[in-house]
Nanobody, 124 residues
Framework: QVQLTESGGGLVQAGGSLRLSCTAS????????MGWFRQAPGRERELIAS????????EYKDAVKGRFTISRDNAKNTVDLQMNSLKPEDTAVYYC?????????????????WGRGTQVTVSS
């Protein structure tokens, strides 16, 4: 079965950076788009970044555009999220997600697999 495992979360001060990484197994990684979601306390899970199967197209939620960068390494079956200029409102559990198609686009309905999540806490 498909397994996604996130790492790299933690506690950071506002303005700092973190890099999240996700390792995938269980299906042909480079046949599918990937995404990162997050869920803050009391809020719904939201899609914040997506990348297509070869990494030629990326999209972001406006709130993270210009600060976060999604990338993938198909040779290593990994997808990363570099987060810079972090704000307290970025505090959430971050989830790696596997898309249904090569071009999953920025559509939260087109993701079928999630990791367990990693906590990111940004202090003010």
């Amino acid at each position: 079965q498909v397994q996604l495992t996130e790492s790299g979360g933690g506690l950071v001060q506002a303005g700092g950076s973190l890099r999240l990484s996700c390792t995938a197994s269980g299906r042909t990684f480079d046949n599918y788009g990937m995404g990162w979601f997050r869920q803050a306390p009391g809020r719904e899970r939201e899609l914040i970044a997506s990348i297509n199967w070869i990494g030629s197209n990326v999209e972001y939620k406006d709130a993270v555009k210009g600060r976060f960068t999604i990338s993938r390494d198909n040779a290593k079956n990994t997808v990363d999220l570099q987060m810079n200029s972090l704000k307290p409102e970025d505090t959430a559990v971050y989830y790696c997600a596997g898309g249904r198609y090569r071009y999953s686009d920025f559509n939260a309905q087109l993701y079928d697999y999630w990791g367990r999540g990693t906590q990111v806490t940004v202090s003010s």
